[in-house]
C-alpha cells in the first residue's frame, strides 16, 4: 500500500525547502547511474550513508523530523534511518532502472522538493508490472513498505528533486 500525504509539510518547512534545500549553497554530486550500468547519469545530496547510517549533511535532520511526523501520523514504526539523500535527475530518455533500496524489509519515504515537468515514481509489483504512478507534486510526501520495485520517469524539461528516506 501506497500513502500520499499533500498536507505533511509546515509552512515554515515549505519556505526552507524552497530558500535553503533548493538554494545555491546545497552541493550535489554527480552519479554516473541511477542503477548499475543503466547509463543514465543524476545528481545527489547525501544525507544519511547507506552502509553506516552516519549522518553525513546538515539537512539530514530536517528531513528525519518530516519522515517521523509521516510515520507518527500513518502508524508506521521508524526507529532506526537506513539511508537518506536528495535526488536530483534531468531528462533522459525512458525512466530509471527498477529497484529495492534494501534486501530485507523497510519502509520508503519520498517527498517531491520541486515542481517539475515530468519525473513519476513508478510502484511495480514482483512481476514488474506498474501497480501505482505517483505524481510529482511540489511537498507531497509518499511511503511504501520498501519491498516494492519502484522506479521514475525523468522529467521532461528542468530538474526533478525528490528526498528519499528509508527507515525501520
Request: glycine share 12%; hydrophobic share 30%.
Given at each position: 500500500?501506497?500513502?500520499?500525504?499533500?498536507?505533511?509539510?509546515?509552512?515554515?518547512?515549505?519556505?526552507?525547502?524552497?530558500?535553503?534545500?533548493?538554494?545555491?549553497?546545497?552541493?550535489?554530486?554527480?552519479?554516473?547511474e541511477t542503477i548499475r550500468s543503466d547509463e543514465k547519469s543524476w545528481f545527489m545530496h547525501l544525507l544519511i550513508h547507506r552502509d553506516t547510517q552516519q549522518i553525513v549533511s546538515p539537512h539530514a535532520k530536517f528531513f528525519k523530523k518530516i519522515v517521523k511526523r509521516f510515520?507518527?501520523?500513518?502508524?508506521?514504526?521508524?526507529?532506526?534511518f537506513l539511508r537518506g539523500c536528495i535526488n536530483l535527475s534531468y531528462p533522459?530518455?525512458?525512466?530509471?532502472?527498477?529497484?529495492?533500496?534494501h534486501p530485507f524489509p523497510h519502509y520508503q519515504f519520498l517527498l517531491h522538493l520541486n515542481k517539475s515537468?515530468?519525473?513519476?515514481?513508478?510502484?511495480?509489483?514482483?512481476?514488474?508490472?506498474?501497480?501505482?504512478?505517483?505524481?510529482?507534486?511540489?511537498?507531497?510526501?509518499?511511503?511504501?513498505?520498501?519491498?516494492?520495485?519502484?522506479c521514475m520517469t525523468f522529467p521532461k524539461s528542468g530538474r526533478r528533486v525528490v528526498a528519499v528516506l528509508t527507515f525501520l
Open positions: 500500500m501506497v500513502i500520499e500525504d499533500e498536507s505533511i509539510l509546515t509552512m515554515g518547512e515549505k519556505d526552507h525547502i524552497k530558500n535553503i534545500i533548493l538554494g545555491e549553497d546545497t552541493p550535489y554530486y554527480w552519479m554516473k510515520a507518527d501520523r500513518y502508524k508506521i514504526p521508524c526507529n532506526v533522459h530518455p525512458g525512466r530509471s532502472g527498477v529497484h529495492v533500496d515537468n515530468g519525473g513519476s515514481t513508478l510502484i511495480l509489483n514482483s512481476k514488474k508490472k506498474v501497480i501505482k504512478t505517483i505524481e510529482p507534486k511540489q511537498f507531497k510526501g509518499f511511503g511504501f513498505k520498501g519491498g516494492l520495485p519502484h
